[in-house]
């Protein structure tokens, strides 16, 4: 029966097949046939969970008719499916089938004119990467070639979208047909989708991670004023189109398990729900992916081993990237156990032609994920993520004939894809080899020989064995040629057999016909089976997995964060007495001798000398110091991005960008950091959102940031902001006089604003309901509420000029600068500071390094306190603030400052200057516990952070990190050991590529297709 197949096909093929959608002039006669198939014989598995059975499927019109056991076929074109297996065909929800390519991102020029305005003609967003306006359905261009490859795959349906902008449009469900776009179309928008990066727009906003959160969060509240207004204001397409998809299925695109949580947060702002189209990288903060109930499309285009052609390149690989190299494949089944719907996809494997999907799903299997499991995550998953449960994703009346026939259960490695069926048409992908398994008999000529196959069903083995007939045993022994190998291919019903006579071959092919085998080799021959395989040798091989016990191959749980130092637990806030330290209270009381200093709750909860243990874990202290941890006030580390480049940019934020897994944080606690300010950088006059946090090792994101603390803004002065080093620049302000009228006139638009939004909400509840509220603007509210005293300004300055114009808008508006930052000539102006209330967070020694710092001297910080400005030292570096101890010792030599005078610049003062001193930068009871203890005294050189604690907890343990270091360097060369080995097994590879490690300026420009380094001009 399966010979006649493709005739009976042909017999059977649908009208539309032919002719194509019923509204087209067919330029031929009419072709009446219907489609009509009956799958006879195959093992089907109608959905995940279900138990297999054989029974035949009833295929008719691109539809399944009824599944039924037994094979009554009348009307029918019967395929003969015995042996095999039947799945419902796989659906791609991450897709960009058929879309017309992307232009590639132009390159970022520093020196070159900035693109202020959208350049899109026609009535669309201004904002060129909000490309909701674009409909997958309207460019879709069916791809014979890359449909192919993905039917090869078992895919028969695929969601599709265009991966361009951070709004993208509407995707389309495409059936992998070769026919018309008009056939291949199942739902015209499916979806509407999403992203972080900005993709092909030139625009100079967004650049980083904070200004794509800031411009998705705009939009939403932009797409819903403008839906309020009985009349609209101005012509919006892509607000339309984007009011229009939030009730499709809502799909984000993300890179990292950090974007994902980003991404969560805008659905949380805006009570949404997306399916994340994941990155592969989950597993390493499943708590945190867990809770946020959202579906993930995993890849399975695993990292590839890297080789050890250049050993100063796998040098610096961080381990990190070495222990994602060994967790990946897991990934799916840690997801899965956890309870996360999960979804797979082939994206990331179209570079190779898809050749590594069914291998890393077989390894994805492997790992622990279920067949079932992958099952579902093809199939019914994403049919219900897009709701299309009763037309997808499983074998049952009334769904769409999409199917997929194997050779095997999903989970054989020995799984051979043969059919797909798409819209009930069959495309075939492996020829369906006949089952020669048994022992044969070779007629041909007057010398018949007996051979026996063996193996599996589509790679069987041949040998030639001792002819069965009566007689002695070992007279059959003899029987010349027994035991000889043979070389046997099969081809569908075509079979070729190759026989060793001494230095020759005899060539035999002949077609499977009639339960035989029939050719013709300068003579007739015949091959006849003498008996049939004995099925437990049949299927020896496929069942050898099942005959030895499986053992899951198991990796260690992965870290937070990933690499070096990481934890698979934080530490505890522990009940601590430290006993006889030399404590730096940073108070009246000064440093106190032989003292203990209770730890509880977090806090600390008593110092004085001789405390009663208590139940206590008691620290030996004697000789060394205890202090405050230090507190940096002007730091970038921790964070993702640091600038955006509008010119007003205060509705970013460094909280949208936070990254706990920055190495930067433990080594900052190594040096007895306890607290930063994250500050944005000094791209733009008015900068984004600050974010104070504590170096809490290892937790989320959020985790990081001060619960309760107030909030701060990042100005900035100078050359940075006028683009000074760039003299092509567009963008105003390009003079200080610029700058000075720009941030004026901020604030004069921010009162307006505040006006408008005052008499709407003096409006009755009748009026307002007549009335919509004014428009929210996200960059007016910060402004506003610096305006009000409830955000506070920390202004990168230098100029004695710049820092006084500052104070004098400030003064008009109504409002004080909080912080004057690297305030280089601060001590021209020291009294003039003070009068006006900001405090100075300065450089202990820089000068020099650009022309606008030609006047810093080191006396700076004790010229400020002197004028009775809170003054303190800081970084603006993740590598001086692990020296800040020594930074302010430097006030010593340059101004006179007593010891415990200097200690207060990078404790208590900075403490004040961010409105935490109530609860940090002094050893005080009720304070939160966060200390250091140090081997000798912490203005000293010599001093080392013993322990570094934050909330009472140890987050930094000196003794347990140098006992780390050796394990660290164990376990690099054990993966590095274990990729040279997959490698040499032929496991895929690449060359290790040059990296250097991420380090934040003032005004570095990080974006998602570009990284501009090394301008680092404070």
Not at 464 to 475: H, I, W
Not at 999 to 1011: I, K, M, S, V
Request: aromatic content about 8%; glycine content about 8%.
């Amino acid at each position: 029966m399966r010979r006649w197949g493709w005739l009976a096909v042909l017999a059977a093929w649908p009208a539309w097949a032919q002719q194509g959608p019923e509204t087209f002039t067919p330029n031929d006669v009419h072709d009446y046939r219907t489609g009509a198939f009956a799958l006879v014989g195959a093992t089907v598995h109608a959905a995940p969970g279900e138990t297999p059975r054989q029974a035949t499927v009833y295929l008719r019109d691109g539809r399944i008719e009824r599944i039924a056991s037994g094979a009554t076929t009348p009307g029918y074109a019967a395929i003969d499916y015995s042996g095999l297996h039947l799945y419902a065909g796989f659906i791609d929800l991450n897709s960009n089938y058929g879309m017309p390519a992307l232009p590639p991102p132009k390159p970022f020029s520093f020196g070159s004119p900035q693109v202020v305005a959208s350049t899109n003609t026609g009535a669309y967003n201004a904002n060129e990467a909000i490309k909701s306006d674009f409909e997958a359905v309207g460019a879709f261009v069916p791809n014979a070639e890359a449909a192919g490859q993905l039917r090869q795959l078992g895919f028969t349906s695929v969601l599709s979208h265009r991966p361009d902008g951070i709004a993208r449009g509407t995707g389309t469900l495409l059936a992998l047909i070769d026919g018309p776009a008009q056939e291949a179309v199942l739902g015209d928008r499916a979806s509407a989708h999403y992203s972080f990066a900005k993709g092909s727009s030139a625009q100079f906003f967004p650049i980083s991670i904070m200004g794509s959160v800031a411009l998705l969060r705009q939009t939403h509240l932009d797409a819903r004023w403008y839906a309020a207004q009985s009349q609209a204001p101005f012509e919006d397409q892509s607000l339309r189109a984007w009011n229009r998809q939030q009730s499709l299925p809502q799909f984000f695109s993300v890179d990292g398990w950090l974007n994902l949580l980003r991404a969560q947060q805008i659905a949380n702002e805006f009570d949404l729900q997306y399916v994340f189209l994941g990155s592969g990288d989950e597993y390493q903060r499943l708590d945190a992916v867990k809770a946020t109930g959202a579906a993930i499309v995993l890849p399975i285009s695993f990292p590839k081993a890297l080789q050890g052609d250049d050993p100063s390149l796998l040098r610096m690989t961080p381990l990190a990237e070495l222990q994602h190299w060994e967790q990946a494949p897991y990934n799916p089944a840690r997801l899965q156990a956890a309870g996360v719907q999960i979804a797979l996809t082939a994206a990331g494997l179209e570079g190779e032609k898809y050749k590594g999907f069914w291998p890393n799903l077989r390894t994805a299997m492997e790992k622990g994920l279920s067949a079932d499991a992958a099952l579902a995550a093809l199939t019914t998953t994403p049919a219900a993520l897009l709701g299309q449960s009763s037309q997808l994703g499983r074998i049952g009346a009334g769904q769409r004939a999409n199917l997929l026939v194997t050779s095997a259960e999903l989970d054989d490695p020995a799984l051979v894809v043969h059919d797909t069926w798409v819209l009930g048409r069959r495309h075939s992908v492996a020829p369906i080899n006949v089952d020669l398994r048994g022992r044969w008999t070779i007629d041909i000529g007057s010398d018949p020989f007996d051979i026996e196959i063996s193996g599996s069903r589509d790679k069987p083995s041949a040998k030639r064995v001792a002819a069965a007939s009566e007689g002695d045993a070992d007279e059959q022994g003899k029987d010349s040629g027994a035991g000889d190998k043979l070389t046997l291919s099969i081809n569908g019903d075509r079979v070729v057999l190759r026989i060793p006579q001494g230095d020759r071959q005899l060539r035999l092919s002949g077609l499977w016909r009639d339960g035989g085998i029939d050719g013709y080799q300068q003579q007739p021959w015949r091959a006849r089976r003498s008996s049939a395989a004995d099925e437990s040798e049949a299927t020896a091989d496929d069942d050898a997995a099942e005959d030895t016990p499986e053992v899951k191959q198991v990796a260690a749980q992965p870290t937070h964060p990933l690499g070096a130092y990481g934890r698979q637990s934080r530490p505890a806030a522990e009940h601590l007495l430290f006993r006889n330290a030399t404590v730096w209270t940073g108070e009246s009381e000064g440093i106190l001798e032989q003292t203990d200093v209770r730890v509880r709750n977090g806090r600390i909860a008593e110092i004085g000398r001789d405390l009663a243990a208590s139940g206590a874990r008691e620290i030996d202290a004697t000789g060394r110091h205890l202090t405050a941890g230090i507190i940096d006030e002007h730091s970038h580390i921790a964070a993702s991005s640091i600038n955006d480049i509008a010119t007003n940019s205060s509705m970013v934020r460094i909280g949208d960008a936070l990254d706990p897994t920055d190495i930067s944080i433990f080594r900052n606690l190594a040096g007895g950091v306890t607290t930063v300010q994250v500050l944005h950088g000094s791209a733009n006059p008015i900068g984004g959102q600050s974010a104070l946090i504590k170096l809490r090792w290892g937790v989320q994101p959020r985790d990081l940031l001060i619960d309760g603390a107030p909030k701060f803004i990042k100005f900035a002065l100078g050359e940075n902001v006028k683009a000074a080093s760039n003299p092509a620049s567009i963008r105003y302000p390009g003079t200080r006089m610029g700058v000075a009228q720009f941030i004026d006139d901020a604030f004069a638009q921010a009162r307006q604003y505040e006006q408008q939004w005052s008499a709407w909400r003096r409006l009755s509840a009748r009026e307002q309901a007549r009335q919509p509220a004014p428009r929210r603007d996200l960059v007016s509210d910060a402004m506003v509420e610096i305006l009000n005293g409830e955000r506070f300004i920390s202004a990168h300055s230098y100029v004695q000029s710049e820092i006084l114009m500052l104070m004098q808008v400030a003064e008009r508006y109504g409002f004080r600068v909080n912080t004057f930052t690297h305030i280089l000539e601060g001590y021209k102006l020291a009294d003039r500071m003070a009068q006006h209330g900001a405090g100075g967070s300065s450089f202990a020694d820089w000068w020099a390094y650009k022309m606008e710092v030609v006047n810093a001297i080191p006396y700076n910080n004790a010229l400020m306190e002197q004028a009775g400005v809170v003054s303190a030292v800081n970084s603006d570096s993740d590598e001086m603030s692990r020296r800040l101890n020594q930074e302010a010792a430097k006030t010593i030599k340059y101004g006179g400052l007593t010891p415990e005078h200097a200690w207060r610049l990078v404790t208590l003062h900075p403490a004040k200057l961010l409105h935490l001193d109530d609860r940090m930068g002094s050893v005080k009871v009720g304070k939160d516990a966060d200390l250091v203890l140090w081997s000798a005294e912490p203005l000293s050189i010599q001093a080392k952070a013993d322990y570094t604690l934050v909330d009472g907890r140890i987050e930094f343990d000196r003794l347990a990190a140098e006992a780390e270091a050796p394990r660290i360097e164990a376990e690099r060369q054990r993966l590095l050991d274990a990729m040279s080995q997959a490698a040499g097994q032929g496991a895929p590879s690449m060359s290790p590529k040059p990296g250097m490690p991420r380090r934040f300026h003032c005004d570095d420009l990080t974006g998602f297709e570009y990284l501009l380094g090394g301008q680092h001009a404070h």
